[in-house]
Nanobody
């Protein structure tokens, strides 16, 4: 049985940092590209980053580029989202999603292609 679990959310002041973790079990992680989505209250879920199965290709949405860093450690079955210089508009519930492809091209901003989702972790950034 596949399980995906996020952790590391919390409350932080603007300009602060958080690191989210996503641990997956029940599958061979290197076969899956992994994306991060977020959903703010009253808004649609937004794809913000995606990393290929072996980590050699990473995509970011413009709003987080230069502030967020995605990485993965397949040996630990864990993916990370390092979030720096946080802004109030980053407040959202953050989700990890696994895709049944190795590379993110063409699919990473579309939640419909996600195969396995975590339950999300909440991030609140105060001004």
């Amino acid at each position: 049985q596949v399980q995906v679990v996020e952790s590391g959310g919390g409350s932080v002041e603007a300009g602060g940092s958080l690191r989210l973790s996503c641990t997956a079990s029940g599958l061979r992680l290197i076969d899956y590209a992994v994306g991060w989505f977020r959903q703010a209250p009253g808004k649609e879920r937004e794809g913000i980053s995606c990393i290929s199965g072996n980590g050699d290709s990473i995509n970011y949405v413009d709003s987080v580029k230069g502030r967020f860093t995605t990485s993965r450690d397949n040996g630990k079955n864990t993916m990370y989202l390092q979030m720096n210089s946080l802004k109030p508009e980053d407040t959202a519930r953050y989700y990890c999603v696994l895709y049944r492809v190795v590379y993110c091209s063409g699919i990473w901003r579309q939640s419909a292609y996600g195969a396995y989702w975590g339950q999300g972790t909440r991030v609140t950034v105060s001004s």
